[in-house]
């Protein structure tokens, strides 16, 4: 089992529309969440944190956390063609130390068409 | 303010040879991070400094070295090259080595090829 999964893709949603995008993680200790996008040729790029169980929300993005389930997830509002990226999910797990490393998932590529 | 810089952008070596790819930090960050990315897969963690010390390692083979200087800067080096190194290294730097409340920014990264 892989320490952080995300849904199979690409997804592929029409301009306006919403785009879920899913992530479960294995280690039950991991203590912060991260989505991170990245556009082709280019460096991942943040743009959620969440670190508590429910919903935030910046924009026409929310983030969703549910440890219990070991689930997070990114809804996007309102989708644009310039949110067509891959994007990683990202799980920070201190593993006993004080010190963090970020284990990412292998990304979904989005497409938002016009 | 510049941001996290990576030299050189890009760079081809053959199978057996080492290589030395560099990084400057965001300012006012002294943590930095290497993540090795393979095309079309995340970033792997290969390990981070803090303090001139290697504070956490990834599963990385010690032909997978590094160093912090004191002004904070970081290099990786990788010895007896593979075909299988070839990838996107990215280097990240943070306030501090708990990420959980100083999160990652990231260098535009170093393309390597091996052949």
């Known amino acids: 089992q892989k320490e952080v999964e995300q849904n199979s893709g690409p997804l592929s949603v029409p301009e306006g529309a919403i785009a879920s995008l899913n992530c479960t993680y294995s280690?039950?200790?991991?203590?912060?969440f991260f989505w991170y996008r990245q556009y082709s040729g280019k460096s991942p790029e943040l743009i959620m944190s969440?670190?508590?169980?429910g919903d935030k929300e910046d924009g026409r993005f929310t983030a969703q956390l549910n440890k219990a389930s070991q689930y997070v997830s990114l809804l996007i509002r309102d989708s644009q063609p310039s949110d067509s990226a891959t994007y990683l999910c990202?799980?920070?797990?201190?593993?006993?130390?004080?010190?963090?490393?970020?284990?990412f998932g292998q990304g979904t590529i989005l497409t938002v068409h016009p | 303010d510049a941001g996290v810089t990576q030299s050189p952008t890009h760079l081809i070596k053959t199978r057996g040879q080492q290589v030395t790819l560099r990084c400057s930090p965001k300012?006012?960050?002294?943590?930095v991070s290497w993540y090795q990315q393979a095309l079309g897969q995340g970033p792997q963690f290969i390990f981070q400094y803090y303090e001139e010390e290697e504070r956490q390692r990834g599963n990385f083979p010690d032909r997978f070295s590094g160093h912090q200087f004191p002004n904070y800067s970081s290099e990786l080096n990788v010895n007896a090259l593979l075909l299988g190194d070839s990838a996107l290294y990215l280097c990240?730097?943070?306030?501090?080595?708990?990420?959980?409340?100083?999160?990652?920014?990231f260098g535009n990264g170093t393309r390597l090829t091996v052949t």
């Open positions: 969440i670190y508590s169980n």
């Open positions: 990202a799980v920070l797990n201190a593993g006993g130390t004080s010190y963090g490393k970020l284990t």
């Open positions: 990240a730097s943070s306030q501090g080595p708990h990420a959980y409340n100083s999160p990652l920014h």
């Open positions: 300012s006012g960050h002294d943590t």
């Open positions: 280690d039950r200790g991991s203590q912060s």
